[in-house]
């Protein structure tokens, strides 16, 4: 019904910028708030940063400064700027929706999406 897929993800050096996109597409009638979390090997997934339908933002306090969450609501498109990348930023990023569907019974739900890898390493 509804597919979120992240991009962007990839290698890069400390000190380094990767953005991270997030698009979801399928059934859906309206996007609530969204969010990106991560989790490293061996790690609990962990909430990055979460903004709300009308653009409100919280971060973690490990990526307060360094990361920026933005939408894009026509698009329904959700990315992470992510500078002065450190090796403790590692892990899979994974993209959160809450999602009101279209389908014949309705509905709101959580979706997640598969993630992307980064990796920060010299």
């Known amino acids: 019904q509804v597919q979120l897929v992240e991009s962007g993800g990839g290698l890069v050096q400390p000190g380094g910028s990767l953005r991270l996109s997030c698009a979801a597409s399928?059934?859906?009638?309206?996007?609530?708030?969204m969010a990106w979390y991560r989790q490293a090997p061996g790690t609990q997934r962990e909430l990055v940063a979460h903004?709300?339908?009308?653009?409100?933002?919280n971060y973690a306090d490990s990526v307060k400064g360094r990361f920026t969450i933005s939408r894009d609501n026509a698009k329904n498109t959700l990315y992470l700027q992510m500078n002065s990348l450190k090796s403790e930023d590692t892990g899979l990023y994974y993209c959160?929706?809450?999602?009101?569907?279209?389908?014949?019974?309705?509905?709101?739900?959580?979706?997640w999406g598969q993630g992307t890898q980064v990796t920060v390493s010299s």
């Open positions: 399928g059934s859906i009638f309206s996007v609530y708030a």
């Open positions: 959160y929706g809450d999602i009101e569907v279209t389908s014949f019974l309705g509905g709101r739900f959580g979706y």
């Open positions: 903004i709300t339908s009308g653009g409100t933002t």
